[in-house]
């Protein structure tokens, strides 16, 4: 069965500073994975997922799999980053997600 | 565009009573659907999906049950709620497909067991 972990439960950051939210998995086929992201009173959403390739916001995650990890970055944190991200993992062709138990992120001004 | 709607957004129930939630998903059509648990301090935790009506699939052997009537309705169940049932109850809608696709969360329904 597949697992998402993320170490940090909380993770707190200046502003302009760099943060890596990180994230490791275990599955033994070829995973897709995701960010989401949860805002102050807002709906979870999806930030980026690895397969885009893509910078959503300043946000950047490249999928090692020698080292089965799949970390969040982005150079300068700002405040407005302040959320709760989640990383999950879809295993190939099935639908469903697994989630890590998600990370807060503090961005202090 | 699609929107998904979730409610009751909170609801406060007796040990023992029954559960309705609900759920559905407005602008597409034979969505995914998802029922996920997030208990304090821990991950969400899928429950049920649906490819179909009347096609779920559980996750975990537990207290509740999923049913989707129609196309675009899924409904979290149960007949007499235990305390272990408390916890915040997420709807998310995929299209239909395989991995990969992103999944859409609704607001939520915060659940308190007294």
């Known amino acids: 069965a597949q697992r998402v972990t993320q170490p940090e439960k909380l993770l707190s950051v200046f502003k302009g500073a760099p943060v890596e939210l990180k994230c490791n998995y275990s599955?033994?086929?070829?995973?897709?994975l995701f960010w989401y992201v949860q805002y102050s009173r807002q709906r979870l959403q999806l930030l980026l997922r690895?397969?885009s390739r893509e910078s959503i916001k300043g946000f950047t995650a490249d999928l090692n799999k020698g080292e089965t990890s799949f970390h969040l970055k982005k150079p300068f944190a700002q405040e407005e980053d302040s959320a709760m991200y989640y990383c999950?993992?879809?295993?190939?062709?099935?639908?469903?997600?697994?989630f890590g138990s998600g990370t807060q992120l503090t961005v202090l001004p | 565009s699609q929107t998904i709607h979730q409610w009751p957004a909170t609801l406060v129930q007796p040990v023992g009573s029954p559960l309705s939630l609900e759920c559905t998903v407005e602008?597409?059509?034979?969505?995914?659907l998802y029922w996920y648990r997030q208990a304090a301090g821990r991950g969400l935790q899928l429950l049920f999906y649906?490819?179909?009506?009347?096609?779920i699939s559980s996750e975990v052997p537990q207290n509740l049950s999923a049913s989707r009537p129609q196309d675009r309705q899924f409904i979290l169940s149960s007949k007499k709620l235990l305390l272990s049932d408390s916890g915040f109850y997420l709807c998310?809608?995929?299209?239909?497909?395989?991995?990969?696709?992103?999944?859409?969360f609704g607001d939520g329904t915060r659940l308190s067991i007294l």
């Open positions: 998310a809608w995929s299209v239909l497909g395989g991995g990969g696709q992103p999944q859409h």
């Open positions: 690895h397969i």
């Open positions: 999950a993992l879809s295993p190939g062709s099935a639908r469903q997600l697994t």
């Open positions: 602008g597409t059509s034979n969505p995914n």
């Open positions: 649906s490819v179909g009506i009347g096609q």
């Open positions: 599955y033994s086929g070829s995973p897709e």
